[in-house]
């Protein structure tokens, strides 16, 4: 028969049984959710451990698999593992797309491979998609996003801006030229080049998008009727306009039943960004696709307004409104500004619109904007200009599908471990706390046995 105590320790026995054993269990499911699930948390300041939504999407929009060749040693003197970091890094994109094949080659191992992959950089990479493929000698997410965009779109868009008139340079390097927006266009996959009509007979047929950035001079007749022509014929053309003179391209404006009032944007709200008042803010956006998720500050210096004419050949969209609380200033701007009602236009202010219509079948394309300046070398940095001309330019082209925002810029700095300190954190929280806890529950278990 069973003393009274050991009828006591019975369910005491049982209880602390029980215990260990839902303990192991428990163990041994976060053991295999750990083995066969991988959950990840971003907590870092603006996720910079984590794609932007702009990758991902160019990821879901190429129908089909991705080949990635790193050439990368085991070991590099300065940086330590490369072949490490950079897998960690297109790992990233392999989470997103699980057909992104990654294969690493090892110049030291195999030289004849990498030699005539004409591999010069340790860590250079080989990117391939659809049969065509792009080199990339660095790894970051804004540079191997920009050779994942060229690689989705079916053709080498073509570019053209107009030249001969004193017009900004797509490959100028002066403050007024368009140069650095020119070298953004070349790495998103699109060919940029220049045309002067008073040389050649006519636009030429595979222009995807013609360019006017503000002509210094007066076109020719001969040259107006060109750009008549070719829009006519249903070519896509951006035309930035900036406060002087239209430079003979009135019957342009006709044409696209617009009127561009004279006078420069004036908008109080610019001074509390510490800019001039004739930068204009971006304030307000259309629902369009070049607008689409687009919520962010733009400036437009020295900006003219303009106004959309009812037309029945044209679909309009008045695209960006600056100066809520602003003004076009006619007068002169060579002192202290102020609102005159007899003279100027008070605000809101359109500034941009897009023209749309059918011709042969295919939708013809057309964006103006009152300000030459806002993608020029000295203002293509502020707010978020780029992101915008680039919107403008992919809509234009027709790529609607590589409409995004680029990738964030990072504000917070990396947390560096060394191997030591990453070891004990592992023993730490793999091996002494789960021995802690058990050593724990064998001692209270223990002790209520010896009661």
Request: aromatic share 8%; hydrophobic share 45%; charged share 20%.
């Amino acid at each position: 028969m069973l003393t009274v105590n050991q009828k006591r320790r019975l369910p005491q026995l049982m209880q602390s049984g029980l215990f260990v054993m839902l303990v192991v269990v428990f163990a041994g499911l976060l053991g295999y959710l750990a083995w066969e699930k991988r959950i990840q948390w971003d907590v870092s300041q603006n996720a910079r451990n984590s794609l932007t939504q702009t990758s991902i999407d160019v990821l879901n929009k190429m129908n089909g698999p991705i080949a990635v060749t790193v050439y990368a040693t085991q070991q590099d003197a300065q940086l330590g593992s490369i072949s490490k970091i950079i897998g960690e890094f297109l790992a990233l994109y392999q989470r997103a797309k699980p057909d992104l094949a990654i294969t690493f080659v090892d110049p030291d191992e195999n030289p004849q491979r990498a030699q005539a992959a004409g591999v010069q950089l340790n860590g250079e990479m080989v990117v391939e998609f659809n049969g065509r493929q792009e080199r990339l000698a660095t790894f970051n997410e804004q540079a191997l996003t920009n050779v994942l965009m060229r690689l989705a779109r079916a053709g080498g868009k073509r570019i053209i801006a107009l030249t001969g008139h004193g017009e900004r340079r797509l490959d100028g390097i002066a403050s007024r030229d368009l140069g650095e927006f020119g070298k953004q266009l070349i790495a998103k996959g699109l060919n940029v080049g220049a045309v002067n009509l008073a040389i050649v007979g006519d636009v030429p047929r595979d222009t995807n998008v013609l360019i006017i950035a503000s002509p210094q001079v007066d076109l020719s007749e001969g040259t107006v009727e060109k750009v008549l022509a070719y829009v006519e014929r249903g070519g896509n053309l951006l035309w930035l306009v900036d406060q002087e003179p239209l430079h003979g391209l009135q019957p342009l404006a006709e044409k696209l039943a617009l009127t561009l009032t004279p006078g420069v944007v004036v908008d109080p709200q610019a001074e509390k960004l510490r800019t001039p008042v004739t930068f204009a803010l971006g304030a307000a956006y259309a629902q369009h696709p070049v607008t689409h998720d687009f919520d962010y500050p733009t400036v437009f210096p020295f900006a003219r307004q303009i106004t959309l004419n009812e037309s029945e050949d044209w679909r309009g969209v008045s695209l960006v409104e600056t100066a809520q609380s602003g003004w076009v200033e006619t007068g002169k701007l060579d002192g202290g500004v102020a609102f005159d009602p007899m003279y100027d236009v008070s605000g809101p202010v359109p500034i941009a619109a897009t023209l749309s219509r059918t011709v042969q079948d295919h939708e013809q394309r057309i964006v103006v904007i009152g300000s030459g300046h806002f993608l020029a070398n000295a203002y293509l940095g502020y707010g978020k200009n780029l992101d915008f001309g680039i919107n403008v330019v992919n809509w234009l082209a027709g790529d609607d599908d590589l409409i995004a925002i680029q990738p964030r810029t990072t504000h917070d700095s990396n947390l560096s471990l060394s191997e030591p300190a990453l070891t004990v954190m592992a023993w730490s929280f793999l091996i002494v706390l789960p021995l802690f806890f058990l050593a724990s529950g064998a001692f209270i278990w223990w002790n209520r046995r010896r009661k």
